[in-house]
């Protein structure tokens, strides 16, 4: 089995695969304070609840736009898995051409992203990864990493309006009944989901456009299900999105893969 861990800013998402079968899935919050044997015990305590041996596991890849646990989860899986594990970074064959004018500057989760989409949905596609940032990408017709573009996640960003003013009071993300709200929770609530939902079909209204295509649009992340369902802009949710990529890339460095048996 091949053990797939996307290390993100709030969570870590966790899968692990039989073949091409996803056999379960996990989440940790991610906490750049933990020790690899915190994570370690937290880990062994999912396999040991889902009766799953760890010692099934012999390969791991890992995906981390959070470079000060890195050091952490490479512990972790030496430790409890008894295997080195592999991290996307440069040099890592992905089997797709990347435009990026840096891509060493591109994040491995969109980069794992990209290699899911493609092989699940074709080019040319557009993908949105609603998590801590929102992040698109977008595969042109000939099945490249053409570019994209990032903003703000929505949690942070109601949260930076709330600290950012003085008398504008903390509100939940919940739907309001109507854009016009008549008191200021329901605006702020208003302002920020259905402004949010705006600005997700004006960029890909504009990537469409630039691409001269018609695009499959695939969401994944945290808030990708509640956004979706008041849009017709996004044709498929995929949960799973990066860590099928993962699993993807490590096929693809059997080779190179350090620490498989």
């Not at 000060?68 to 064959?93: K, S």
């Not at 600290?163 to 200021?184: A, C, D, Y």
């Not at 808030?223 to 993962?246: F, N, P, V």
């Amino acid at each position: 089995m091949i053990f797939t861990m996307d290390v993100g800013n709030t969570n870590i998402k966790m899968g692990l695969f039989e073949g091409e079968k996803m056999v379960r899935y996990w989440r940790l919050a991610t906490n750049r304070t933990s020790t690899s044997d915190e994570y370690g015990i937290l880990v062994s305590s999912l396999f040991q609840n889902s009766h799953l041996e760890m010692g099934d596991v012999r390969g791991i890849i890992v995906s981390s736009v959070v470079p000060t646990v890195n050091f952490t989860v490479e512990h972790m899986c030496n430790d409890y898995f008894g295997l080195i594990p592999m991290f996307v970074m440069p040099g890592v064959r992905t089997g797709m051409n990347i435009l990026y004018e840096n891509p060493q500057a591109l994040g491995s989760d969109r980069i794992c992203n990209a290699v899911a989409a493609l092989a699940e949905y074709g080019s040319p596609c557009i993908f949105i990864d609603f998590g801590t940032a929102t992040t698109f990408g977008v595969i042109n017709e000939k099945g490249s990493f053409a570019g994209g573009c990032i903003c703000p996640g929505i949690k942070i960003a109601s949260e930076a309006l709330v600290q950012g003013t003085s008398k504008l009071p903390n509100f939940e993300l919940v739907w309001p009944e109507s854009v016009i709200g008549r008191n200021t929770i329901s605006n702020l609530q208003s302002g920020m989901l259905y402004g949010f939902v705006g600005q997700v079909e004006y960029l890909i209204h504009r990537m469409k456009k630039e691409l001269g295509a018609e695009a499959r649009v695939v969401a994944t992340g945290g808030m990708a299900r509640m956004i979706a369902s008041k849009t017709q802009a996004i044709d498929c949710i995929d949960g799973l999105l990066t860590l099928k990529g993962l699993r993807l890339i490590y096929e693809r460095n059997l080779d190179t893969a350090r620490g498989g048996n």
